[in-house]
């Protein structure tokens, strides 16, 4: 497939571009473009068709439900049966922005988007391209991440290239995503609401809002998949590139020994060996070193560590040894997608 790449700029865009993309999905076309979370792999949700064809080009098994995209909050009402008091807080307070809420479908949404479920998952993304996209194609928008199923989500547009490219009919690259971990999920279809998939949004931020609201018992406990999660999605292989990821966790001084340690044994091994570490921790360790971003500032971390975990891939290293960091606020979000593209690998220290 010929796939057009075109760039945007996030401010003062050309709108002639986005009406051209948006002809493109309305019509059946599959359209990556950019959100405030990750890049997006578009289609419009209301024909089955296009929709399959997102699964085809991510290869991703077709019990795993798509996110609809809104740009408009009043476009929720008719892709859902009601919507309850808690997610009116929750839309009311952060959208547009990085927070998914599941509420229980209409007729309207195809169920190829929601795999045969009875709920459906909506966005209203804060990206003025992603939102000037969606008003233009004047549908509802169905969006996974734009990478291929099992890799680490995409958040700079070469990402999506080296992914995509080829299957995918457009391509708008806008530069690097902001917030750099996919939205919060929240399951408002039960008696409690539920975060399915922790994000920038936090557990702290939502309790602020709604009493009550807990985890879906997948994502806290020892091993965490050893659960059924609610939310498909989160049973697959995730994050992963393709070095080998372990972590290393504990309190910070014993996580540099042990790190150190660890860069021995592997040299010996003739293992080619790089540290995902922190601006504090960065010059304690003898090899290939990417810093992830600032302890005091973990919002630092969660924009740079699907990059980086990429960026290890181009550089051929072949085994990952990445610092825990404190699983609080959007912290929590950061270590699942860590301990995901670890496979569970965690040596405490
Ligand atoms: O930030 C994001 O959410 C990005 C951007 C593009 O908006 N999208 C994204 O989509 O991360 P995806 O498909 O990679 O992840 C969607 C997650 C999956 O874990 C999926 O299983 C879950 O949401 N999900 C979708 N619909 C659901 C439903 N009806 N019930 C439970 N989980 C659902
Ligand atoms: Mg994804």
């Not at 929709?51 to 991703?60: D, E, L, M, T």
Request: proline share 6%; net charge negative.
């Amino acid at each position: 497939m010929r796939t057009e790449v075109i760039k945007i700029q996030t401010h003062n865009f050309d709108i002639e571009k986005i009406k051209y993309a948006a002809d493109v999905l309305r019509e059946g076309g599959l359209v990556v473009f950019p959100t405030e979370t990750v890049y997006g792999l578009g289609a419009n949700a209301l024909d089955g068709r296009a929709v399959k064809n997102i699964f085809k080009a991510k290869g991703r098994p077709s019990d795993n439900p798509l996110i609809v995209h809104v740009s408009k909050k009043e476009s929720v009402e008719s892709l859902v049966e009601s919507i309850s008091p808690e997610a009116q807080v929750l839309m009311e307070t952060y959208w547009p922005g990085p927070l998914t809420v599941i509420m229980n479908k209409s007729g309207l949404v195809s169920p190829v988007v929601c795999a045969g479920l009875k709920t459906v998952a909506v966005r209203m993304p804060a990206h003025p391209i992603a939102l000037a996209l969606i008003d233009e194609a004047g549908v509802p928008v169905a969006a996974p991440s734009a990478n291929i199923s099992g890799k680490p989500s995409p958040t700079n547009g070469e990402h999506v290239i080296s992914d995509l490219y080829g299957k995918v009919d457009v391509i708008i690259d806008s530069g690097p995503a902001k917030v750099g971990l996919e939205s919060t999920v929240v399951d408002t279809t039960g008696i409690r609401p539920l975060i399915l998939r922790p994000g920038s949004i936090s557990k702290e931020d939502i309790e602020i809002l709604l009493s009550g609201v807990d985890f879906d018992s997948s994502l806290t406990g020892e091993r965490f998949n050893t659960f059924s999660p609610k939310s498909p999605g989160m049973k697959y292989t995730h994050y992963s590139p393709n070095a080998d990821v372990v972590i290393v966790r504990g309190e910070l001084p014993k996580i540099i020994s042990k790190i150190r340690n660890l860069i021995e044994d592997y040299k010996k091994q003739e293992l080619k060996v790089g540290v995902l570490a922190t601006e504090q921790t960065k010059d304690s360790y003898d090899c290939q070193v990417i810093s992830i971003g600032d302890r005091e500032k973990p919002e630092t971390i969660a924009a740079n560590l699907f990059n980086s975990l990429r960026e290890f891939d181009n550089m051929g290293v072949s085994l990952i040894i990445a610092e825990s960091i404190d699983e609080t606020g959007v912290g929590f979000a950061i270590m699942n997608r860590l301990i995901k593209a670890s496979g569970y690998n965690i040596i405490n220290a």
